[in-house]
């Protein structure tokens, strides 16, 4: 399989001529789900679901497909039927050629004044690949490649470690760093990477990886 970092939190899975795209959102690049041939999206805030950039990728290929939870799916099923795939919490699915398992459902606490909403993770082919959206998600079975949300305004630092500590993942890859500076990248990098207990590993956007 191989993986590739787009910007914030969009990750592109390729395996046997088959594309999977996550959380193309909208500071993520333009063309982040163009030739996907299947997109999941963990909720619905912007910088994770861009409905413009994702109805001009299921306009420009009739085969692409969308999974995702209610709140995103309400907003193209009428435009694309029997293409856009309503899921949530112990789901299984297939996408792509890609065996995908959903857990989670709610976002996490920004402030106890904001109302959470809804937010589903993503365990794709028997945990190589967990990406939790944005919440601190611990699927009930071995991840091997974390997608770990290091920059938000819902997470700090400590917590971000304890996640990686209670994962247990052989390595954790860096998302939703679009408000992470380079200047504290180091910080982040160092602090991970000695207390997470697992590898902590960064790709540049459009840098990719074997798994």
């Known amino acids: 399989m191989k993986l590739t970092k787009k910007s914030h939190s969009c990750v592109r899975l390729e395996k046997d001529g088959r594309t999977l795209v996550l959380d193309p959102g909208g500071f993520s ?3 982040a789900a163009v030739g996907a041939d299947a997109v999941l ?9 861009d409905e413009r950039r994702l109805r001009a990728a299921m306009e420009a290929d009739p085969a ?4 995702t939870l209610r709140s995103v799916a309400e907003k193209l099923t009428a435009a694309f039927p029997g293409r856009v795939h309503t899921v949530g919490h112990g789901d299984t699915f297939t996408a792509a050629g890609f065996d995908v398992q959903v857990h989670g459902e709610l976002h996490a606490v920004i402030h106890p004044d ?3 909403i809804t937010n589903i993770g993503f365990l794709v082919d028997d945990g190589k690949v967990f990406h939790p959206g944005d919440a601190l998600t611990v699927p009930d079975r071995p991840v091997e490649t974390l997608m770990l949300p290091v920059m938000a305004p819902w997470n700090k630092i400590s917590e971000v470690i304890d996640y990686v500590r209670e994962v247990r993942p052989r390595r954790a890859y860096d998302i939703h760093d679009a408000l992470l500076t380079d200047l504290a990248r180091p910080i982040y990098d160092r602090q991970i990477g000695d207390l997470g207990g697992a590898e902590h590993l960064r790709l540049t956007p459009g840098g990719s ?3």
Do not use: G, M, Y
């Open 29 to 31: 690049e333009e063309d």
């Open 41 to 49: 999206v963990t909720h619905e805030h912007p910088d994770h679901f």
């Open 64 to 67: 692409t497909e969308i999974w």
């Open 114 to 116: 904001i109302p959470r």
């Open 209 to 211: 990886a074997r798994l």
